[in-house]
């Protein structure tokens, strides 16, 4: 599967965006989605990820409560929405495709988008 990543861009402390991530292919529902992001300097992290029918979500605890996970299988598209955005929050953010069910760990994902910057200014 292919995917790719958009939605990023410069955005003041407070604000808001919304990634999406579509995905190439007609199996688009037996993939678990997670998002990640990868800070200078830093190993990519865990963001969110979201079951194949879009019923269970799991979130980083550092985004909890503020950043949203959803899909659309009929667009073949996952979504991210980030609010309440913090400096810390820069990064470069990657979705991602599994087979299996949700998981945290990167190494569990097997196809990646290109990434899309996401820049909150202080």
């Known amino acids: 599967v292919q995917l790719q990543a958009s939605g990023g861009g410069l955005v003041q402390a407070g604000g808001s965006l919304r990634l999406s991530c579509a995905a190439s292919g007609r199996t688009f529902s037996s993939y678990t989605m997670g998002w990640f992001r990868q800070a200078p300097g830093k190993e990519r992290e865990f963001v969110a990820a979201i079951s194949r029918s879009g019923l269970i979500t799991n979130y980083a605890d550092s985004v909890k409560g503020r950043f949203t996970i959803s899909r659309d299988n009929a667009k073949n598209t996952v979504y991210l929405q980030l609010n309440s955005l913090k400096p810390e929050d820069t990064a470069v953010y990657y979705c991602?495709?599994?087979?299996?069910?949700?998981?945290?760990?990167?190494?569990?994902?097997?196809?990646w988008g290109q990434g899309t910057q996401v820049t909150v200014s202080s």
């Open positions: 991602a495709s599994r087979t299996g069910s949700s998981s945290m760990s990167r190494s569990a994902y097997d196809y």
